[in-house]
C-alpha cells in the first residue's frame, strides 16, 4: 500500500498538525506517556540511571528502505527494530526513543496509522516507551523517519568494536544472506543474545549486520591483522539460496555481500574455553544457530581455504 | 550558496559513504569524541549522571528551513541552536547529540563542510559533543539533517510547559517579530537564561517561541484561564517593523505570528516580588530585555484593552 494519497481527505493536510499529534499519541496509546516524560514538551525528560547511556539513531525513508510494497505497519517495526539491533550489538538494554518525521501533506492517514501501530506493537515488547519527536512537512513526496533510540549497559559492561586480537576466534548468529525475501522488515532484533554476550567476560567485540558480512567484519578487524573466514562455515540462510536463482551469484555471495541481515557478528578470545560457550549458548538460545566462521590471523599468510573478501562487497551509501 | 551541484567531482558522490565519514570526522575536529564516546560504533555511549536527562530531536530541511540563500555555515548553526533552544526552555544544560542526514549524492562537498563547521563552531561555543550520527541517501535532490540533542536539568528541577494558574503573570525575553530577516539563523539560544530562570522557583512554566507567540503561549496555558496579554506592552523587535513595510499587517501582528522568535516565554507566580525577579534579571542579563507581556486571566471576562488571540495565526505546519 502506498504512502501517499491523492484524495485530500485521505491525507494529513486534511488533519494539519495539531490534530495529527493528537491522533499519533492515540495511535501510540500507552507507549506514549504523559509528559514531562513523554510527547509534549519542548524536550523529553528521562530518569537519571547509573549505568552507561547508549544512543543510536537510524532512519527508515521510504523509496529507499522501504516500498509501496511494505505496509505501513511493517515499516514501523522495521524502524524500531533496525535501532533496536544496534542496541543488542552493545549488549544493551533499550528504554526510549524520539521520532522525526519529514512528510508531505500527501501522506495517507491510513497509511501512517499502521507505521506508528507497528512502531507501538515492537515497543511493547521490547518495553520501549516513544517519549518525543517533530514532524515537518517536506515537499516532492519525500517520506523519512528519523529515530533516536535511548538504551544503557545490560551488565556490568557494554561491548564496542575494538577489542579483538590475532588468533581471536569469529562467530556468527543465524544464518545469512537473501535479505530482500521478507527478511529485512520481519527480522528480530538480537536483544536477549547481545546482553548474554556482553555478560561473557571472554566475548571482547561485536558489531550487527546491516551492510553485509564482507564489510561489516572490516570494522571490528584490528590494524594489523586480517580476518580468516571459511567458506564452507558460513551460514547460508535459505533466503540466500533462493536469491541465488534469480542473480546467477551463488548463495555464498549472498550471505557475504547483502545487507540487512541483522544477525550478531563478535569476537571471543582464543583462550577462553570455546565448547562450553558453545553448550552455553545452546542452552539459552537453542532455536538460534551459532556458528564459529573462522579467526583473526596475522599476514602475510592466510590459512588455505579462506575467503578472499576483497572480491565481496558490501552496500556502501552514496554510491 | 547551493547545497546540491551537477559537478560530480565537487559533490559526495566521487567520496562515497566511508571517506564522507572520515572527512565528516575532521571537519568536527575536537567536537568529535573517540568511540566508544563519539562516532564509530553502533551506538554512542554516554556516561551515566544522576541528574534527569533531557532529549529533543528538531531537523533542518533544505528548502523548508534554509534555502541557498543561506550559506551551509549558517544552517549548521540554525540546527544545533534550534535544538538548544528547547534544552534552554527546559532549564537544561546540553552534552551530547546524534545527527541523521538525507542527503542525494548531488550534495556539494563544499556546501557540506561548511555546515559541518557550523556545528561545530555552535557546539564548542556550547560544550556539545557531536557523538554519533547515520548517513542515508536521498533521492530527489532532498537534504535533511535530523539532530538529536541530550542534556540535563542545569539545577535541582526542569520546567515543563505545565505549572501555570489564574492569576500568574507572563513574561517574555526579547523582542518579537520578523525572524526573516536574517535572525531565524543568526539567534542565540538562551541557555544562560533558561537555567537561571529554573533555579527560581516562582518560575512555574517554561516555553521556547519557535512558532510565534500567540500559537505557543497556548501550550503553556491551563485549562480553564485564558492568556491576558496588552497589545502595548509586546515587545516587537525592528526587523518586525521593518518586515512590516512589506507586507501591510502591523508589526504588532508580525510580533504575534511570525515564528523562530527563539525567545523564552515563561510564567511566574503572581504571589511572588515581581519587582525583585526583575531587579536580579537585570543584574544578570543587562542586555536582554525582560518584559511582563499580561497575566493569565480567568474567564468569562479578559480585562479591557487585551489582544485577541484567536484573531492570530502561529505558524501551523502540512497546512
Redesign the interface.
Known sequence: MDAFTDKRSES??S????A?IELIKRWLGDISPC??FGI????????????????????V?F???VDANVSGRAAGKKLLNRNLS??A??G?CPR?A???L??P?ETSITWLRDFYRGIASTARQHGVKI????????????F?A?L?L??EAASER?V???GARAGDLIYVTGRLGGSRIRHHYSFTPRLAEGAWLAAQPAVRA???LSDGLAKDILSITPVGVKPALFGERIPISNNARRWAKGTGLSPLHHALSDGEDFELLFVVDYRADQSALQRNWKKNFQKLPLTCIGHFSSPPHLPAGTIRLEKFHGY????
Do not use: Y
Open positions: 494529513v493536510f488533519l494539519g498538525e495539531i495529527l509528559t514531562p509534549g514538551d519542548d524536550c523529553a525528560v528521562l530518569e537519571p540511571s547509573n549505568k552507561p547511556q547508549l544512543v543510536t539513531t537510524d532512519p525513508i523509496g529507499t528502505h544496534d542496541i550489538a552493545m544493551g526510549a524520539v521520532l522525526s519529514a512528510l501533506a517519549v518525543g519527536g517533530d514532524i515537518t512537512d517536506a515537499h516532492a513526496c519525500f523519512g528519523f533516536t535511548h538504551g557494554v564496542t568494536r575494538q561485536m558489531i550487527d556502501e551509501h552514496l554510491r
